[in-house]
């Protein structure tokens, strides 16, 4: 696991056996509280539904290009409304799955 710090944002790799996955929290939180998981992400950027959080070279390359707006999303002024969303899309997430 490799986390690293940036103003405003956390970002966090774990690789699990052949398998990377993103993740990424406000550094206001402590790191044992939620991640946002790429799927989320993508869907935040996007508003298309992504059910795949496992990491490729695609997702890295539309990360990158999209790495502006993940950063400002995380600072102070917008956060609450980034968490709000994220918790939406999380409990939206597990209705799709559970259901």
């Not at 690293?4 to 398998?19: A, C, F, M, T």
Request: aromatic share 12%; glycine share 4%.
């Amino acid at each position: 696991m490799v986390v690293l710090e940036l103003s405003p944002l956390r970002i966090r790799l774990v690789r699990d056996r052949s398998q990377i996955l993103f993740g990424c929290q406000s550094n206001s939180r402590p790191e044992n509280d939620g991640w946002w998981s790429y799927d989320l992400i993508y869907q935040f950027l996007t508003g298309e539904i992504c059910d795949n959080a496992v990491m490729n070279e695609h997702k890295a390359r539309f990360l990158e290009s999209q790495f502006g707006e993940v950063i400002d999303a995380f600072y102070p002024e917008n956060l609450a409304e980034t968490e709000a969303t994220f918790d939406r899309m999380r409990d939206e997430r597990a209705k799709r799955l559970f259901d």
